[in-house]
């Protein structure tokens, strides 16, 4: 593990500046952040974060979106944004050379976005497709379903692209004055991890960011309350896609580090449970897996699989049995020793990118509120016991839990499958 350096500062006007500085690298990933996201939008304004990040990128008071392009080309460097439904990124990376531009370039599509209504226009449309592609894409799109059954009425259940409804109905002003409402400088970090200084990086952070101004972080998220049960959303397609989740370890909870040996036993790698019995043994699916998803204050363990539609029982029937096998049986040594061998050395490998280390010092802040060292999370992980395993896994089946299935399900396996999930 190489030796770096952590770094926080606070700017007066509230911005979060951190870094990490690697040895041997000439690379910078900077990040600007901002602690908001679709679980903090109002339902009639349901995908206007993700909406705002496409827009940064297509004009300000002094570049064209196309000088934009140009500049983030001219650093050689590779550029993105994404949205989620706790957080919104734009980042790159460049050669330390450009520590200066890039910094003065995100500054610049951040802070002086002119949301012009033609722009705005051409924008929705892309983001129309996008939509669409998520309802072509079955295996997304049961995702978004199943978390619109179990958060009902909640942001966390939302989709983060919006509905073409709400899509249709944003314009340049009311985008502009969402921003200047919602996005201040409490909720913004800029992050760097690579060749970096961190005096240096402040003081230039300082020069262009610290002009912004705005209210405070008068943000109260609530904790959504789970919903128990199947749904059958029918749909002509081959497969049937089935996904089964239930209320998890929130990012903050330190059960965050069973979940994720838990999920790399039950179907989170190619020897996994789920993995070996459905797909290797008996051919049932292509596609299945688990998955741990932690939020602020609350998570989602679920397991997928797509299979064929009179499939649909015989294979939910053989996720809830491995489940269960977990919560009776504690794992052995050789099978947890093999699961913390997988996650260690996944933490490893990341370790050697400056995009991932950026993205966990920044995401550590956000949802954590406190750095923590490669070590720490490994001896973390070492400490994790086979009870603890099958504590969690008891946990998941005393937990709320639900059933999204989207595709030809018959009446009689949706009787089976309530059957099955309240059993």
Not at 7 to 27: A, D, F, Q, Y
Not at 51 to 60: L, P, R, S, V
Not at 331 to 347: F, S, Y
Request: negative net charge; charged residues 25%.
């Amino acid at each position: 593990m190489q030796d770096t350096t952590f770094i926080k500062s606070v700017l007066p006007n509230g911005i979060r500046v951190l870094t990490e500085k690697v040895p041997g690298v000439r690379s910078l990933s900077v990040g600007i952040w901002v602690g908001h996201g679709s679980r903090d939008e109002h339902p009639n304004v349901n995908g206007v974060s993700h909406f705002i990040e496409h827009m940064i990128f297509k004009g300000t008071k002094k570049r064209s979106a196309l000088d934009i392009a140009k500049a983030f080309d001219r650093m050689g460097g590779i550029s993105n944004a994404f949205t989620s439904k706790e957080m919104i990124c734009f980042h790159a990376k460049v050669m330390d050379t450009h520590e200066e531009d890039i910094l003065e370039l995100l500054s610049d599509i951040f802070l002086n976005s002119q949301f012009s209504q033609e722009e705005v226009d051409r924008e929705r449309l892309v983001v129309l497709q996008e939509i669409s592609m998520v309802e072509d894409s079955p295996e997304e799109l049961v995702h978004d379903l199943f978390y619109q059954h179990f958060w009902p009425e909640h942001g966390l259940g939302r989709p983060v692209l919006g509905t073409p409804d709400t899509v249709t109905s944003f314009n340049g002003r009311d985008l502009s004055q969402y921003v200047r409402e919602n996005f201040s400088p409490q909720k913004v970090l800029v992050a760097c991890a690579g060749n970096v200084e961190h005096h240096s990086f402040l003081k230039k952070v300082e020069d262009f960011f610290g002009s912004m101004d705005g209210g405070g972080d008068n943000r109260e998220r609530t904790r959504p309350i789970a919903q128990e049960g199947i749904r059958i959303v029918r749909k002509d397609l081959e497969q049937a896609n089935c996904l089964i989740g239930f209320e998890g370890p929130s990012y903050r909870d330190e059960r965050r580090y069973e979940a994720l040996l838990f999920n790399v036993i039950l179907g989170g790698s190619m020897s996994s449970r789920l993995f070996q019995e459905i797909r290797e043994k008996r051919g049932l699916a292509y596609a299945v897996y688990s998955f741990h998803t932690g939020y602020s204050d609350t998570g989602l363990i679920g397991m997928y699989a797509g299979v064929q539609p009179d499939k649909v029982y015989e294979v939910t029937e053989l996720m809830m049995n491995e489940l269960k096998r977990l919560a009776e049986h504690p794992v052995d040594e050789k099978e947890l020793t093999q699961a913390k061998d997988h996650v260690k050395g996944g933490i490893l490998l990341s370790s050697e990118s400056t995009d991932a280390r950026m993205s966990r010092i920044a995401k550590l802040e956000l949802l954590l509120g406190r750095y923590s060292t490669f070590e720490e999370v490994i001896q973390r992980i070492d400490e994790v016991t086979p009870e603890l395993i099958m504590k969690l896994a008891q946990d998941c089946l005393s937990a709320p839990k639900s059933a999204l299935i989207l595709g030809n399900v018959s009446s009689k396996q949706e009787t089976q499958l309530e059957g099955l999930l309240v059993s």
